[in-house]
């Protein structure tokens, strides 16, 4: 079997990339330059968007409360999970006004194959009762009104706002996070601050489509057990280069197909 497109040769690496075994395996690097990891943290991007030219969001919607409820729902299952529940979810429940008004029976019977289907149909019902009670049913379209919904932090509220409304947003999930602290852009943990010094790097008109990349490469590429170093096209300028097989042959196993990387 032919491996995915997106596992990359591994060219020559790049002074930066080879200065981290001098500091223990430590990705972020001190005393790199603002502009030189700003630069580095651009190049890396670009070779995302080459990659990852499919990389787009993965829950299934028509609209922003759809999108809204699915990310809620998102949590602590996969997508493909969450897409098998929604169209049945969304048919009974199609709006704010429907699902506010929900038989709590019912609905966590729908949601239970996503898993704490209880705890959910509270966030699903707390929510659409928000919208209801405060923004006429309607999803709004702006960050400080999205995070006073309950169970909506800014993560959420990114991922509404860049694939409903087109508002550039950086979404900091588990994977976001773990690659760009790999990557040496930043050595932050909490995610508001992660989101604030990524976004200080890359073009802000990108911010949406690059977490998508950022997301499946996380998924695909560099998983955080066994990262497919010697398959990775970020190779070059990655301070991390090393963590995971660096044998071409080795690591493009590892690479997994977007059917497999689905259960992350």
Request: hydrophobic share 40%; charged share 25%.
């Amino acid at each position: 079997m032919s491996s995915p497109a997106y596992a990359r040769p591994v060219p020559p690496r790049s002074a930066p990339a080879r200065r981290a075994a001098g500091r223990g395996g430590e990705p972020f690097d001190p005393d790199e330059t603002q502009l030189a990891r700003t630069r580095r943290a651009r190049r890396m991007a670009r070779e995302l968007a080459v990659i990852h030219p499919d990389a787009h969001c993965e829950l299934d919607f028509t609209n922003a409360f759809e999108l809204l409820v699915a990310t809620v729902l998102s949590a602590q299952t996969t997508d493909k999970t969450v897409n098998k529940v929604t169209p049945s979810l969304f048919a009974r429940y199609p709006d704010a006004v429907a699902l506010a008004g929900a038989d709590r029976a019912e609905l966590e019977e729908i949601l239970k194959p996503t898993g704490f289907f209880r705890a959910k149909a509270n966030s699903a019902l707390g929510l659409a009762r928000a919208l209801v009670e405060r923004f006429d049913g309607e999803v709004p379209g702006r960050m400080a009104d999205l995070v006073t919904l309950p169970g909506v932090g800014r993560k959420t509220a990114n991922v509404v706002l860049g694939n409903a409304f087109g508002v550039p947003g950086l979404t900091v999930d588990t994977h976001f996070g773990r690659l760009v602290r790999r990557f040496g852009w930043t050595a932050e943990e909490d995610p508001v601050k992660v989101e604030a010094e990524i976004a200080e790097l890359v073009p802000k008109r990108e911010w949406t489509m690059f977490s998508h990349r950022v997301i499946f490469h996380g998924r695909r590429v560099c998983h955080a057990k066994k990262a497919a170093c010697g398959a990775c096209g970020l190779a070059r300028w990655c301070p991390s280069y090393g963590i995971g097989p660096t044998d071409p042959e080795v690591a493009t196993a590892l690479v997994k197909t977007p059917v497999a990387s689905d259960t992350e």
